[in-house]
């Protein structure tokens, strides 16, 4: 529901980004997810609760013997199955606000920082709940959603937005979200009880999209820096092979082929059948 005319002019009028990429597969796994478990629960609530305990953030089992790994990745997919509003607002701030990242830094790039800001935010409540005393699991794609909508407000903060019917730029929302999740964090550190919310998350997710923007990673994609490494190896190892191969030929001119070791016969009938593969 973001308007403006581009040129900070307010044009108003209702926009709904295209439901593609992987904002697409996220919304849809997310609700596939909470649908799941949410009919679950109707044959075996024992099963709901285990497999909730088993894939949410669960400080106990992490600081009480072998640390279940994935959970700082599988937290970020499940919701509360008794407050349909916490998965409402997390995939509708995802649709408005991370098609406006998915947009610009294209939808590799996107789903990579999207995962790094979900496992940063699990990561970052782990730390933190040994001397917070949380124990109880978290879950939901908030810590991720924020960064996302954090590094929109980020790349366009001019940018309007109706925040339920209010017109507000779009740095403005980002800031309200922001300083409600630190108001409740600073609430919890003076002992003033919990909201049940993992505000710790929301706002290591805030910090990295703001970050990720602000010092370019955002734009950055370390896949293709993995893929180009791994060209490169390939295209070393091509020429090293080929070289060897100049060289045992010269060899089998010179002396035959009953000079070769088994060794490079071996080397000679694997390249063979690599080109004929090839």
């Not at 609430?187 to 923007?213: C, D, P, R």
């Amino acid at each position: 529901m973001a308007y403006d005319d581009g040129y900070g002019r307010p044009q108003v009028q209702l926009q709904f980004p295209p439901f593609q990429g992987w904002i697409k597969k996220l919304i849809l796994i997310n609700v596939g997810v909470f649908l799941g478990l949410f009919f679950l629960g109707f044959p075996s609530e024992d099963a709901q609760r285990s497999v909730e305990r088993l894939l949410a953030l669960d400080p106990p089992a992490w600081w009480g013997g072998f640390p279940p790994l994935w959970q700082p990745f599988t937290y970020g997919w499940l919701h509360s199955l008794r407050d349909p509003g916490h998965i409402f607002g997390n995939m509708l701030l995802l649709y408005f606000f991370g098609e406006m990242v998915q947009s610009q830094v294209g939808d590799r790039r996107f789903i990579t920082h999207y995962v790094i800001a979900l496992v940063l935010g699990g990561v970052v409540h782990l730390a933190l709940a040994p001397l917070m005393d949380w124990t109880a699991p978290a879950l939901g794609a908030s810590g991720a959603v924020t960064a996302m909508v954090v590094a929109a407000a980020s790349m366009r903060p001019r940018a309007m937005v109706l925040f339920i019917v209010i017109p507000l730029k779009l740095w403005v929302l980002a800031a309200i979200l922001v300083a409600k999740d630190v108001f409740f964090f600073l609430s919890e550190l003076q002992g003033s009880g919990g909201t049940g919310v993992a505000h710790s998350i929301h706002l290591a997710g805030a910090a990295y999209g703001f970050l990720a923007v602000r010092w370019r990673w955002i734009w950055s994609d370390p896949l293709a820096a993995i893929e180009r490494k791994r060209a490169v190896a390939d295209m070393e190892r091509q020429l090293s092979d080929d070289a060897r191969m100049d060289q045992l030929m010269a060899k089998i001119s010179r002396e035959g082929i009953g000079s070769l070791t088994r060794g490079e016969k071996g080397f000679m009938k694997r390249q063979s059948e690599r080109k004929r593969q090839g």
